[in-house]
């Protein structure tokens, strides 16, 4: 189902069951942009650092891949890179990320950087103390003492047989960059590789639906940002490609534009499915707040066409 609501802000929400609630106008409210790097499971809030997961949902024993993007304005930076993991909480709660850590450990000592370097690390879930629940995650930048660099994600974890209760938010989104230039032409097939990617990868638009069918007992809501259906959809109806070495026209039963359909088939079954919903969207997922002290006021008008095109689409 398609639901169109005009909530502000997300909220706790203690329940009987697992549930996973993943609310767009928090997205609104805090980023400028999701960090997207793939479509995998990423918290763009922080200073300087951005933390993607290779799932949206972990059990016992699985293994945690985390990939630290970090950047550093320009800065030489230089110090211990450590990572923790913090008690069960609240988004909401203001000492989520205060309490005593149940787990801490250094990613990479001498971390050296001037602009972005990445930085990755693995452990099991039982390695990091996490058994069901929602776990609050940052990674900081130590240099000399300070933290100079730090960013925050949040680890769900779930016993996977639906008998451990989770209370939990959390946010999960579909977007992507403009992949065409002004002249509707498209100038990359990133969409186009995310919609073939194994359904078990962080980068594949397919891994939503495998998930509401892995686990039926979990309420998943997506916000699934309505530029990246219109321009799955374009390139369904077929497409002119000007990057990369493979320039040319690709009709709509070309293999390129059959694989864009299957993809948005595959986004449909979500509106089908019992335990998802798609939540309403402007257009594109940008800052709203910042354009509109900026003097931009057509933002009711982004919210109106973003719904129409979900709606039409899916």
Excluded at 47 to 73: H, M, R
Aim: proline share 5%; aromatic share 8%.
């Amino acid at each position: 189902m398609i639901y169109s609501g005009r909530s502000t802000k997300i909220k706790l929400v203690p329940v009987a069951a697992p549930v996973i609630l993943i609310t767009l106008p928090f997205l609104l409210l805090t980023m400028a942009l999701v960090a997207v790097i793939t479509g995998q499971t990423a918290q763009a809030a922080g200073n300087g650092l951005v933390i993607v997961t290779d799932k949206l949902l972990y059990v016992p024993d699985d293994k945690v891949n985390f990939d630290i993007v970090a950047d550093s304005a320009g800065r030489n930076l230089s110090g211990d890179l450590v990572l923790k993991v913090y008690p069960p909480a609240s988004p909401l709660a203001a000492s989520a990320f205060t309490a005593t850590p149940i787990y801490e450990t250094s990613v990479r000592k001498d971390f050296s950087l001037t602009g972005q370097a990445v930085a990755n690390y693995q452990a099991e879930t039982g390695d990091l103390k996490a058994n069901s629940g929602g776990y609050p995650v940052k990674v900081s930048l130590i240099q000399n003492g300070e933290e100079v660099l730090w960013g925050t994600t949040w680890l769900a974890v779930t016993d996977g047989k639906g008998h451990e209760p989770l209370d939990l938010v959390m946010l999960w989104t579909a977007s992507s960059p403009p992949q065409r230039n002004a002249q509707d032409k498209f100038i990359d097939k990133n969409l186009l590789e995310r919609c073939q990617a194994n359904n078990q990868s962080g980068e594949s638009l397919l891994q939503h639906v495998a998930f509401s069918q892995k686990y039926p007992q979990l309420k998943t809501s997506y916000a699934i940002e309505p530029a990246l259906l219109d321009q799955l959809d374009d390139l369904a109806d077929g497409f002119e490609f000007v990057g990369g070495d493979k320039t040319g026209t690709f009709s709509d039963i070309s293999p390129e534009a059959r694989t864009a359909s299957d993809c948005l088939n595959n986004l449909r079954q979500l509106t089908e499915s019992a335990n998802s919903e798609i939540i309403s969207a402007p257009y594109s997922f940008v800052n709203l707040p910042i354009l509109a002290r900026q003097g931009w006021d057509d933002g009711n008008g982004q919210f109106r066409l973003g719904h129409d095109l979900l709606t039409r689409t899916l």
